[in-house]
């Protein structure tokens, strides 16, 4: 099976990431090509935040398979190194 440009950006809509959050799956996501930097940009929408990543070109055409992650996982409160 032959897998196109444009079939490999389609298959990354299959998975909703979930919410690092409150670990359920994101109320909304989109998906828009942008010409200007030449690659596919994902924005995920979740208790009132938006987060937005972007995949090249070059990267979706390497890949095998892509598949989102955890959205919003740098919200989650980071574990503070003591000074001694």
Not at 61 to 66: A, R
Request: proline share 4%; net charge negative.
């Amino acid at each position: 099976m032959n897998i196109t440009t444009t079939d490999k950006y389609e298959l990354v809509l299959h998975n909703v990431p979930t919410c690092a959050v409150c670990n359920k799956p994101v109320e909304r996501v989109e998906s828009m090509y942008d010409i200007a930097y030449g690659g596919k940009r994902f924005r995920v929408y979740c208790h009132g935040n938006m987060e937005e990543a972007f995949l090249d070109d070059v990267w979706i055409e390497d890949c095998n398979s892509i598949q989102f992650g955890q959205a919003f996982i740098d919200k989650l409160p980071q574990k503070q190194l003591e000074s001694r």
